[in-house]
């Protein structure tokens, strides 16, 4: 496994099946960056898909624990491996079911809600906006969601529902492309470029 110092792993490191979904690299780096420092922290993630960020939170929150939600038992199966390969499984609780009505499973042990310092949106289907406040309603005062989306309306939806918290939400649209290699051999090779799907990242800060 690369050193932390060298980023996140690449796409290529991770187990993939079919069907899970796995965010693309440039947009593991981004999330991670606004979302830092991790360390001691306590995050709740909805939509673990192949475990892309998951694997990315708990490499950095040493002494903090992750909570990922996840609907589909194929796509938990795909993350705990890949948690497992990257030595950080017991840093994270795999919960499985559907959000926002799962949140009403994580309750301390006074059977009070749990809350977090950050809260990660990657899947969120027809109901981002709702989600979205349900989330950031298990913020602690000073605590970060952060959500992507690849959807225009997605986006839209989480960027209206966090304005009507009463938040001042801030929006960047990523359209990456990466090289690979093309025609030729030694030095005369050459690249071309392949684009990634733009995706929108959505986050703001809970100050009370």
Request: glycine share 10%; aromatic share 6%; net charge positive.
């Given at each position: ?170 929006l960047t649209h990523v359209n990456a492309s ?31």
């Amino acid at each position: 496994i690369p050193p932390l110092s060298k980023g996140v792993l690449p796409d290529s490191w991770f187990v993939r099946h079919e069907r899970p979904p796995l965010s693309k690299e440039i947009t593991r780096a981004l999330a991670v960056s606004f979302l830092l420092p991790l360390d001691g922290l306590s995050v709740l993630e909805v939509g673990t898909g192949s475990g892309g960020i998951t694997v990315e939170l708990a490499r950095r929150i040493a002494g903090g624990n992750v909570v990922s939600v996840e609907r589909s038992p194929d796509a938990l199966a795909v993350a705990e491996e890949n948690l497992r390969r990257a030595g950080v499984f017991d840093r994270v609780r795999l919960l499985r079911g559907s959000a926002p009505e799962v949140f009403a499973e994580l309750n301390d042990r006074s059977g009070a809600p749990l809350r977090f310092h950050r809260a990660v949106i990657g899947g969120h289907g027809g109901a981002s906006g709702e989600i979205a406040t349900a989330a950031w309603n298990r913020l602690l005062p000073g605590g970060r969601l952060l959500a992507t989306a690849n959807m225009p309306s997605s986006a839209d939806a989480i960027y209206r529902a966090l304005k009507s918290l009463g938040a001042t939400p801030s929006l960047t649209h990523v359209n990456a492309s990466s090289a690979r290699e093309s025609a030729g051999q030694g030095a005369e090779s050459s690249w071309m470029l392949l684009a990634s799907n733009p995706v929108f990242l959505i986050y703001a800060d809970r100050n009370a």
